[in-house]
């Protein structure tokens, strides 16, 4: 994998957080319920995110500030995946049938309009590592698998209110090594959860292969 090229990278401002974006990339996603996090919550969350971007940004050197900046969304991506870990809210993806039907969804246009190395149907949010296709952005994606899922959960569940919250969050990969990480993040979600013999998770060969050669080997349900 090549390490990305800042004159490759553009960002895109989304409902609430810009999306840095760069041809043939792959990204880490992460998409939750409605109801999985107050609000006060996530303002909260977001406030402090801004600040830690902004001090970032005051680096004067562009390789230390793309490694600090890149810090603060990991530090930042790991404190908001601890408070949706805590299981908020109604939680319908602990349910066999739609946690079946979001975990179709994801895999549906695997290998056509993006290419999957691994996901988590965790209880109130997914994870997902995807390269897209030449030609296929990923917030169409995103929107694809947002849209699609709410329907079938609305009609499984008979509910009325929003399904997903309306933004995303997505992390542009930078080398092997990041690569390496997000994918063995999202694996080791549901045991960092307390979910023992969690079955909605996947990683292709592929993606298994390239951890197990630069770090321990992640064993999943099949």
């Not at 409605?34 to 050197?61: C, F, K, M, N, T």
């Not at 008979?158 to 542009?172: I, K, P, R």
Request: with cysteine; charged share 20%; proline share 5%.
């Amino acid at each position: 994998m090549n390490i990305l090229h800042a004159h490759q990278v553009t960002v895109r401002q989304g409902a609430y957080l810009p999306h840095w974006t760069a041809p043939g990339g792959i990204y880490a996603v992460c998409f939750r319920l409605a109801d999985s996090l107050p609000q006060a919550v996530i303002l909260g969350w977001r406030a402090e995110r801004e600040q830690a971007l902004a001090e970032a940004q005051q680096e004067s050197l562009p390789g230390p500030r793309r490694q600090r900046l890149a810090l603060v969304e990991e530090q930042m991506s790991k404190r908001f995946d601890a408070l949706l870990d805590a299981g908020r809210g109604a939680c319908w993806l602990r349910k066999q049938i739609v946690a079946e039907m979001v975990a179709a969804t994801l895999r549906h246009f695997d290998g056509r309009r993006y290419f999957l190395s691994a996901w988590c149907v965790m209880p109130n949010h997914v994870h997902v590592v995807v390269e897209p296709a030449q030609s296929f952005e990923l917030s169409a994606i995103l929107k694809s698998w947002k849209g699609y899922s709410a329907t079938q959960a609305h009609r499984l569940l008979g509910l009325q209110d929003a399904f997903w919250q309306t933004e995303y969050y997505d992390h542009l990969i930078r080398d092997e090594t990041d690569f390496v990480h997000s994918v063995s993040y999202v694996l080791d979600n549901p045991p960092r959860a307390g979910l023992t013999s969690w079955p909605w998770v996947w990683a292709s060969e592929t993606a298994l292969a390239r951890v197990a050669r630069v770090s321990r080997p992640v064993e999943i349900v099949p």
